[in-house]
């Protein structure tokens, strides 16, 4: 019995560049760990076998900025850290993405004081924010489902 005889007559299927220039991009992210807190663990935790983020093509984290195009930047940043971050984010080839993971990498959490940067936005532009203190490794994972669908709904155009 062949794969013919299963499916039926499927006929041709269409679909237009964009669409599919998407869905590749959405489905084969390659995260760049950025783990500077408690929220790291729970970041490396999602690499684990519990929740093995391989299911969403990342097998992965890389450990280079050039072979990476979304960084997960988990916990607060530093002043002195910024600069290192924007370089880290400025070697990242186009198009790039960035996940803020926890509270203090959206808005500087409990550490309201001048070390502490207010929120990542202040130095890399921020696609999606995750919420928590720490996050749990499921809220990770819906802002990664929630970046595919923005990334597979982004004209092509805006990359040229």
């Known amino acids: 019995m062949g794969l013919e005889q299963k499916l039926g007559d499927m006929g041709v299927v269409t679909t237009t560049l964009e669409k599919a220039v998407g869905w590749a991009r959405s489905n084969a992210l390659w995260p760049l760990m950025f783990g500077l807190a408690c929220c790291a663990i729970e970041m490396m935790s999602v690499q684990a076998a519990r929740y093995d983020l391989a299911r969403f093509g990342m097998e992965l984290m890389r450990a280079s900025p050039r072979q990476a ?24 080839p ?38 928590g203190c720490p996050p ?4 990770l994972i819906d802002g990664i489902m929630k970046l595919q669908e923005k990334i597979k709904n982004e004209p092509l155009k805006k990359w040229q």
Do not use: H
Not at 78 to 84: I, Q, W
Not at 98 to 117: E, W
């Open 69 to 92: 195009d979304l960084m997960i930047v988990a916990g607060r940043v530093s002043r002195k850290m910024a600069p290192v971050l924007r370089t880290l984010y400025d070697q990242m």
């Open 136 to 139: 749990r490794p499921e809220t």
């Open 94 to 131: 186009d198009p790039k993405w960035v996940i803020a993971m926890g509270d203090c990498a959206s808005c500087g959490g409990v550490f309201n004081n001048y070390a502490v940067v207010q929120g990542v936005d202040e130095i890399v532009p921020v696609d999606v924010y995750v919420a």
